[in-house]
């Protein structure tokens, strides 16, 4: 699948605003602390990766009621779905000015039923001219997604016989139909009857 870049300057995909807000102390504090212990971009960007995914359980897996969506909430309350955290690894990486971008795929249950709108980052590191979508929700029984430039590692390969789309196009602010229901959702059993199905 060919990534489509929506914004062609590559420095939207840089920016802060008050989702991914990068300036946030807590976002540069967790950023700094990652980057103390990375030797260059691919190290720091698997270290936020692997963080993203390991140390912020997915609200679903953990019973968490809360909805967070903004990337700093994210971090400081350490839970969100797989959107949220997204926010919060798209942070990690333009703080430390690695372009990262959203993007997403159609999901369904086994039998098809229950489409949802599932949220990836894409990364490109400095000097590297591809985009390359990585996939922090977390991992768990029959989840076995990894940090890797080359071939996909995602939580699921989208099934078609299901109507499952991976949507290739690379938004440089999160999807306006993801933000509407994270916004307007007070906790998330609240969030999924208001949640997108499709883009």
């Known amino acids: 699948m060919e ?9 939207a995909y840089l920016a802060a605003d008050d989702v991914v807000d990068h300036q946030h102390p807590v976002v540069r504090e967790t950023a700094a602390r990652l980057a103390s212990g ?3 971009a691919y190290s720091y960007a698997k270290a936020a990766y692997e963080f993203v995914r390991d ?7 953990s019973g968490e009621l809360m909805v967070t969506w903004r990337a700093s909430d994210v971090l400081t309350e350490r839970t969100g ?13 333009r703080a430390e000015s690695i ?11 086994d ?3 229950h489409p949802l709108v599932h949220g990836l980052v894409a990364v490109r590191l400095p000097g590297g001219g591809a985009w390359a979508r990585i996939d922090a929700r977390g991992n768990k029984p029959g989840i076995d997604a990894q940090f890797s430039l080359d071939e996909e590692r995602l939580a699921w390969k989208v099934r078609p016989e299901f109507s499952e789309v991976d949507y290739p196009v690379l938004y440089d602010v999160p999807h306006p139909a993801v933000m509407s229901a ?10 999924w009857p208001i949640y997108p199905t499709e883009l």
């Open 38 to 40: 990375a030797t260059d």
């Open 3 to 11: 990534l489509i870049q929506r914004n062609p300057q590559l420095a």
């Open 182 to 191: 994270l916004r307007a959702a007070p906790d998330r059993p609240s969030l």
């Open 81 to 93: 779905i797989c959107c949220a955290k997204s926010h919060a690894l798209a942070a990690l990486l």
């Open 55 to 61: 140390e912020i359980p997915h609200s679903q897996d």
């Open 111 to 113: 039998d098809g039923a």
């Open 99 to 109: 372009p990262a971008a959203f993007c997403y795929q159609r999901l369904t249950d």
